[in-house]
């Protein structure tokens, strides 16, 4: 295969030919011939060489397919043939099987080199010219069988008829849930959802005058019921299937599936909520989808499509911006969580982060084959999710009943305000309410508002935007109250930073992305104070400013806490109060002993502390370099150094905790300007002297200064 892998790599093609075998690309890499440096294919109808592009590879490896494995004669293939569009107009079909007539077009293929897309257009355009009953679109890697049934309605059928078939021995095919895994064409690799999905864009839904989302997440509903049928009932035959149906059979067999969708699965669909697709527009999106296996699906194909369906408009509605799957990915295994744990996201969205839980309890298995025991346990029992967007429940509870074989724990409701949760929604959490035994009262008030849980581990990115006014639920939170009493309103990620911490047990571990300024700004130090009394803040990962783009470019950090205990908060409490006491005690003992030392005054060495001592010796030790520096003041740097001194009078008096900072910040800067002096010329040299001076003259007035507020009884935190 070295030539055909030449041919590819020297066109700039990255993809490879997976629709065809090791044998067959063997096959076809023997007709190759190598003259003057270029690359000539043989083509195996015609017996000429041609030149070998890409394409011309994939056309040799069909002919070889139509030959050898569908049995079609040479007599009954062409290609190049000439398709005549009125009286001007034609084209040139790259293959066509002939009927056997030998006359009239059968199947007319249309070939693209490997990391090609177009042409499905012009495929439908010569099936239409020549009444051919069947078009094949493929580019090596991926494959489009079209039937056509009439002028420009084209269905997709499960596979090419061999030889001896006839198209209706393919549409008359009837099949059980076993034949359907046999044949996935997901598992197979042949295609993917999200490549489907495109298709159906293009073909269909983007004409239709529907919703695009809603009418293929009933598809979606209608084909999980069916799937779910087959798994309870091995010898059920599935209905989700065009066949020879008419549109009208296939759209009430599709509807009639719908229908048990709604029954089994409450909460996702209205009762009203009927197929709004036209029949006819139904039949195609039927026919690509039935030849893909949903349950138990590779997990990262279902995640990539789910997450494209989220429209653009939904993504920003509300602040909500879907997180990012490598986001994603960093925050499930710092998180860590276990088979045993419960994991809920009260703001879920498409379920991205309960996905990704799943494939990090099942070992990162993305296969399409079914997930590990103890995997489908977890997904069916101990993942949960709440949202508000009656568009990304529909997401997360298809994606969850995938995963769990029909069993899912997604509710639509407002996280923040139980007391409008619906009974589908509290008879789900019921059973993970927090229980309060010591406390018959607080256990009875929490079974009737639904405030405390015992979720081992939360993740979330909850909506930014938009601000709580109702009273009913700023009453619910601490971070809501001023003085005592409720304020008029707050934005919403404060609320859902208290609600997260209610969710989960003591001792259990959440992470929740923030805007940045939540943690920095000094208006929100009240927050920040919150988070401290009632979490051990275990790490703080700041996002790159582009992680949300286009969306929005907040800045953004990602917080991962440990819920304290109760026996947590009272040593810590017992700590507080203990050193708080001793802290006031410590400063008063100070301002005595040291209130009329001067400074510079002599200290016994015998009287210094062990460990000042020692922090005494690095720090001058570090400073040897600087001070043998050969250098004097002249009058001009001191007459800076007053005049500095007098504008520092001029601006009040600074923290003590201020000077400290602004000294190290200035030490700094002499190290690296006196290491920059080994290594200069003479102009600069004497350029860096003169900066010298002034930093030790200023690093000297602000020790001098620290030193006698800090020893002469002045403390000033």
């Not at 990255?14 to 003259?35: A, V």
């Not at 044949?183 to 993917?192: A, M, P, R, V, W």
């Not at 960093?330 to 969205?349: H, Q, R, T, W, Y």
């Not at 992470?511 to 939540?518: F, H, K, M, N, W």
């Amino acid at each position: 295969m070295e030539k055909v892998s030449k041919i590819l790599q020297s066109s700039g093609v990255k993809y490879g030919l997976s629709l065809f075998t090791e044998e067959e690309i063997q096959r076809i890499n023997d007709l190759i011939e190598e003259r003057d440096g270029k690359f000539y294919i043989k083509c195996q109808i015609k017996e000429k060489y041609k030149i070998a592009k890409p394409e011309e590879i994939v056309r040799q490896l069909w002919i070889y397919r139509l030959l050898n494995e569908y049995g079609y004669p040479k007599e009954r293939i062409d290609v190049e043939r000439v398709i005549y569009f009125g009286s001007r107009d034609s084209g040139l079909a790259d293959i066509v099987v002939l009927r056997e007539d030998l006359q009239h077009p059968y199947i007319i293929f249309e070939i693209k080199r490997p990391n090609r897309t177009a042409g499905l257009e012009q495929l439908k355009s010569y099936c239409n010219a020549e009444g051919a009953p069947i078009g094949v679109w493929s580019n090596g890697n991926e494959i489009i069988r079209l039937h056509r049934e009439e002028p420009n309605i084209f269905v997709e059928i499960p596979r090419i008829p061999k030889a001896g078939e006839t198209l209706r021995d393919i549409l008359t095919e009837r099949w059980t849930l076993k034949w359907l895994e046999e044949h996935d064409e997901l598992k197979q690799g042949k295609t993917t959802l999200k490549k489907i999905l495109l298709d159906l864009e293009e073909l269909v839904l983007g004409n239709a005058g529907v919703d695009p989302f809603e009418e293929i997440f009933k598809l979606i509903y209608a084909k999980l019921y069916d799937e779910w049928r087959g798994i309870n009932d091995p010898s059920y035959n599935l209905e989700f299937f065009v066949g020879d149906r008419s549109p009208e059979q296939v759209k009430k067999a599709i509807s009639d599936l719908l229908e048990g969708a709604k029954r089994e699965w409450t909460g996702v669909f209205e009762p009203t909520d009927k197929i709004a697709l036209r029949a006819e527009h139904l039949k195609v999106c039927v026919s690509f989808l039935e030849k893909i296996k949903l349950f138990n699906s590779n997990l990262r194909i279902i995640d990539e499509a789910f997450e494209y369906l989220i429209p653009q408009v939904s993504k920003k509605k509300e602040g909500q911006f879907f997180t990012p799957r490598p986001v994603i990915d960093m925050i499930v295994k710092m998180l860590n969580p276990k088979v045993s744990e419960f994991v809920i996201d009260p703001a879920c969205g498409s379920a991205g982060f309960l996905l990704h839980s799943v494939m990090w309890v099942a070992g990162e298995m993305i296969s399409g084959k079914p997930l590990p025991e103890h995997a489908k346990n977890f997904a069916q029992n101990k993942i949960y999710g709440i949202d508000f967007s009656k568009k990304a429940v529909k997401i997360a509870k298809a994606i969850n009943l995938i995963v769990g074989d029909g069993r899912s724990h997604i509710y639509k409701d407002n996280s923040l305000a139980p007391h409008t949760w619906s009974d589908d929604t509290k008879c789900g959490l019921r059973d993970r309410l927090l229980r309060f035994p010591n406390d018959p009262e607080r256990d009875r008030e929490n079974q009737e508002k639904f405030l405390f849980f015992d979720f081992d581990v939360l993740m979330t990115n909850p909506p930014f935007a938009g601000t709580v006014k109702e009273r009913d639920i700023l009453r619910l939170y601490k971070l809501a109250e001023k003085n005592g009493s409720p304020v008029n309103k707050i934005d919403r990620h404060i609320l859902f930073l208290e609600r997260c911490l209610q969710f989960i047990k003591p001792g259990g571990r959440m992470a929740i992305i923030l805007p940045q300024g939540l943690l920095n700004n000094k208006s929100t130090e009240y927050i920040r104070r919150f988070i401290i009394e009632e979490a051990r803040i275990l790490a703080v990962v700041g996002l790159h400013g582009n992680t949300f783009k286009p969306h929005t470019g907040t800045k953004t950090s990602v917080l991962f806490l440990r819920k304290y205990t109760d026996e947590e908060k009272e040593e810590i409490q017992k700590i507080k109060a203990k050193y708080e006491g001793e802290w006031e005690k410590f400063l008063k003992e100070l301002k005595e002993k040291y209130q009329n030392l001067k400074y510079d005054s002599p200290v016994n060495e015998e009287d210094i502390p062990e460990e000042l001592a020692s922090f005494l010796e690095t720090y001058f030790e570090s400073r040897e370099e600087i001070d043998e520096l050969p250098i004097e003041e002249t009058e001009t740097e001191e007459a800076e150094t007053e005049e500095t001194e007098d504008t520092e009078k001029n601006k009040g008096r600074k923290s003590l905790g201020v000077l400290i900072q602004e000294k190290s910040e200035l030490e700094t800067i002499l190290k690296e300007k006196t290491k920059e002096l080994k290594s200069v010329d003479e102009k600069r040299r004497m350029e860096l002297e003169k900066e010298i001076r002034a930093l030790r003259s200023k690093i000297h007035k602000l020790t001098k200064e620290i030193s006698q507020r800090t020893l002469a009884g002045q403390i000033s935190l």
